[in-house]
C-alpha cells in the first residue's frame, strides 16, 4: 500500500534483519505502527498483529484482507470531495480508501491526486488503488487492530518480537510535543525485557539505544522540521 513513510523500499534490507530474531520461540510478530502494512506484509510468521491509532486504515486493511475484489478501481475528483466532505456518511474503510488512495502522496486528504493529463476521472488513485489490491494476498492472516502503542502492555508478553516505525524525531509534525518520545522510550526499554524491540528512527538517546543498522537514503524535505538536506540516515535500534 501507498503511504507516507512507508519501509517498503527498506523492506529488502531490513525485512531479513527483523526476520533474523524470529526463532521457533517467538509468540508473535507486532507492529504497533502498522501503518500501510509494507514490512509485516513481507515478515513470516504464524502470529502476526499489525495495529495503528487511525481507525480508517486498520478498516481498510481489514476490507481490503477480505474483500479485495469488490474495492473500487479508481476515485473521482468529485467522490473524493464528497467522501472528504462527509465522513460520517460513509463505511470507515471506503472513508480510509479515498483518504489515501485518492491523495496526492498517500498524505491522508491531503488534496486531491491529479494525473499529468488533467484528466480527473480517476487521476492518480487507479495507481494507488492497484497497490492496495496487490498487497492483499500477502495480508492474509494478519490481525489488524485499532489501538495505540500503549494499550500493549509490558508485562503481557513475552518472548514477542516488535518492529516500531513511530514517528520520527524533530519532524514537523511532532516536534512541538504531538507525539511523547520520553514515554515511548520508557515504554521500549520496559518491554525490552521480555521481548526482542526494534525501532526505526533517525536517532534515539545513545545512552540507552544501539544502533544496529543503517543506510543513508534520500527523502523528501516537506515535514521534515529543522532538518535541511534531503540526505537522511535511516537507522535500526535496539535496547543497550
Known sequence: MQYVGSKNRLSKELAPIIQSYITDETVAYIEPFVGGANMIDKIKHHNKIGSDLHKELIALHNYNKNNSALIPTTISEEEYNRVKANRDMFEPWYVGLVG??????????????????????????????????????????????????????PSDYENCVFYLDPPYRKTLSYSTGGFQYEEFDEWVIELAKNNTVLISEYEMPED?????????????????????????????????
Open 100 to 153: 489515501f488512495c485518492g491523495s496526492f502522496g498517500s498524505k491522508y486528504f491531503g488534496g486531491y491526486a491529479r494525473n499529468k493529463k488533467g484528466d480527473n476521472s480517476g487521476g492518480r488513485s487507479a495507481s494507488a488503488i492497484r497497490s492496495l489490491k496487490k498487497q492483499s494476498p500477502n495480508i492474509q492472516g494478519i490481525t489488524f487492530e485499532c489501538k495505540s502503542f500503549q494499550d500493549y502492555s
Open 208 to 240: 540507552k539505544f544501539e544502533c544496529i543498522w543503517s543506510k543513508d537514503v534520500e527523502v523528501g524535505i516537506s515535514g521534515q522540521g529543522d532538518i535541511k538536506n534531503k540526505k537522511r540516515v535511516e537507522k535500526l535500534f535496539k535496547v543497550r
